[in-house]
């Protein structure tokens, strides 16, 4: 915001600095240019497709474009990684279950999404005798049940105090990895129990 006071501060700063109103002029447009090479750029592109509608072609490509999106948060966001983890999973299941239109509660409770969502592709643990899959697949219910703890926990979803912990990029990849690789296990689950073995 541009108060007279901050405007006579930047009078005493470039008053100083160039003698000339021409040199001034020179400097600000400068100062300016990469900003509006930006917005200029910006305006000429589409506007990027939101995760939602990436994946409401849902196929392994789908999956791996909003994974990707949220690897590259990974660093300079943790904690908004940490949420689009969670919201790439949770997307996904909800595609998954409209498909033979199992009704689900849209209040965001991913266990509970998960859990319809392995019982639609007969991938819970209680619908298997093997021992080893049944562990696997209990090992994937208790991956979704953490990456949803996590992200009440770490997320940048829910307000926290200044005393909350503030999640490290190896946390945000670790969250994002195994949300990718649950998702992409789940789609080709999806895709060969409705279009059968390729």
């Not at 541009?2 to 006579?8: D, E, M, Q, V």
């Not at 949300?179 to 895709?191: I, P, R, Y």
Request: aromatic fraction near 8%; charge should be positive; hydrophobic fraction near 35%.
């Amino acid at each position: 915001m541009c108060t007279p006071a901050r405007i006579s501060q930047f009078w005493q700063f470039i008053k100083y600095k160039y003698r000339t109103y021409a040199e001034r002029r020179e400097y600000i447009w400068d100062e300016f240019r990469p900003l509006l090479e930006l917005v200029e750029a910006r305006a000429t592109t589409p506007l990027q497709p939101t995760d939602e509608q990436v994946l409401s072609r849902l196929s392994p490509e789908s999956v791996q474009t909003v994974w990707q999106r949220a690897l590259e948060r990974r660093i300079s966001d943790p904690e908004g990684a940490i949420t689009a983890a969670r919201s790439l999973l949770g997307t996904v299941c909800k595609h998954i279950l409209d498909d033979p239109s199992v009704h689900y509660d849209d209040s965001g409770d991913l266990p509970k999404l998960y859990r319809l969502t392995s019982e639609a592709l007969t991938i819970a643990p209680s619908q298997h005798t093997e021992q080893v899959f049944k562990q696997i697949l209990g090992g994937c219910t208790s991956v979704v049940e953490g990456l949803a703890a996590l992200r009440n926990r770490l997320g940048d979803a829910h307000g926290g105090g200044r005393a909350r912990t503030r999640p490290a990029p190896r946390h945000a990849q670790l969250a994002v990895n195994l949300a990718g690789a649950m998702t992409s296990f789940l789609v080709a689950t999806w895709e060969v129990r409705k279009n059968g073995p390729t």
